[in-house]
């Protein structure tokens, strides 16, 4: 089942960066130009339109499908079904207290003069 949500995540993914790309920066759309001949589906305003709506549709798939993977990957790897925030701290062993270190009660060998 992953595995399918993560093929329909890319193929939403690629199709959504297509329709953002073939958009024109102005709202016009499809940068063809004036398409009289083929009615108002392809016009200016249609063509604007069509995009708006279906870059409106492939973004809520993609966040839909992003929470969904988010969901099924909470665990992680280890299958542990935790959260990673939720994790309490790691433990470290409490350092055994060392005797003090031998105090040096002669003076180092003077260095001796040429």
């Known amino acids: 089942m992953t595995t399918a949500l993560l093929i329909l995540h890319f193929c939403v993914t690629i199709a ?8 024109r920066s102005e709202g016009g759309g499809l940068g063809i130009g004036n398409s009289q001949g083929m009615g108002a589906f392809m016009s200016g305003r249609g063509t604007a339109n069509l995009l708006t709506r ?14 969904l993977l988010a969901m099924l990957y909470k665990g992680g790897v280890t299958g542990a079904g935790h959260d ?12 055994a207290a ?9 003076a180092p060998p003077a260095a001796s003069k040429p």
């Not at 990673?84 to 350092?95: D, F, G, K, S």
């Not at 060392?98 to 002669?106: H, M």
């Open 98 to 106: 060392s005797a003090p270190p031998a105090v040096q009660t002669q």
């Open 54 to 67: 279906t870059t409106a549709v492939l973004a809520g798939l993609f966040m839909l499908l992003s929470l």
């Open 84 to 95: 990673i925030l939720a994790q309490p701290p790691v433990e470290t062993a409490p350092v």
């Open 16 to 23: 959504l960066i297509g329709v953002v790309l073939i958009q």
